[in-house]
């Protein structure tokens, strides 16, 4: 099984930036993928960026470009890099993480271990 426990987040005018984190613990000799989604009220939960088993970044189309996703292999660490925010990128953000490589993708169906979430708000 796999834990995961998330950091960073908070509150920041459009145009600003923020930072998330996430580090995997547990069973991560297996491949796993790794990566943020977001839910915004009244909304589904969505798929942000993720790194797949194989350690390949997918990034969601409305936020390529403005935010960026890394791992340290040796921490076990996701990191989302957050730029150019705007007030549409406001929603409580979790991690979520699944064993498997490409296959569970940006579909938050897919993932088994959920963190308990983080809010990020940005206003206008």
């Known amino acids: 099984d796999l834990e995961v426990a998330e950091s960073g987040g908070g509150s920041v005018e459009a145009g600003g930036s923020l930072l998330l984190s996430c580090q995997a613990s547990?069973?991560?000799?297996?491949?796993?993928?790794m990566g943020w989604f977001r839910q915004a009220p009244g909304k589904e939960r969505e798929g942000v960026a993720i790194?797949?088993?194989?350690?390949?970044?997918n990034v969601a189309d409305s936020v390529k470009g403005r935010f960026t996703i890394s791992k340290d292999r040796a921490k076990n660490i996701v990191t989302l890099e957050m730029n150019s925010l705007k007030p549409e990128d406001t929603a409580i953000y979790y991690c979520?993480?699944?064993?498997?490589?490409?296959?569970?993708?940006?579909?938050?169906?897919?993932?088994?271990?959920w963190g308990q979430g983080t809010q990020v708000t940005v206003s206008s």
């Open positions: 547990g069973h991560t000799a297996s491949a796993y993928s």
């Open positions: 790194i797949d088993g194989y350690g390949k970044p």
């Open positions: 979520g993480a699944t064993y498997g490589g490409s296959w569970p993708g940006l579909h938050p169906e897919r993932y088994k271990w």
